[in-house]
């Protein structure tokens, strides 16, 4: 494939954003890697949305008998966070972007 590939709807305009910097730094091209852009960038949409419920509700709540206990969001910025991580560590992106130098 020559020609850069679209990005891809339904993506935020945040992560549409990293799609289009990922492209123009490391020229994605093929299917694999493309795939995995697109999950890489479905991650960082929910990990933004978990880490908006996280400072909405806190990281810790109350159950009915006043004990704490975990805010289910904090569970998925670690999955969510994880998950882009190693989408990003598969894409074996080289850490000298093409063209820098």
Request: net charge positive.
């Amino acid at each position: 494939m020559k020609t850069k590939p679209k990005c891809p709807s339904g993506l935020s305009k945040d992560a549409a954003r990293l799609w289009r910097q990922l492209q123009n730094e490391y020229e994605i091209r093929d299917t694999g890697g493309l795939a995995l852009l697109l999950e890489a960038c479905r991650a960082f949409d929910l990990l933004r949305d978990a880490e908006a419920d996280v400072r909405k509700h806190g990281q810790i709540f109350l159950d009915i008998h006043g004990r704490p206990h975990q805010h289910p969001a904090v569970l998925n910025v670690r999955d969510f966070r994880g998950q882009l991580i190693r989408c990003l560590r598969c894409l074996n992106l080289d850490l000298d972007p093409k063209g820098a130098t």
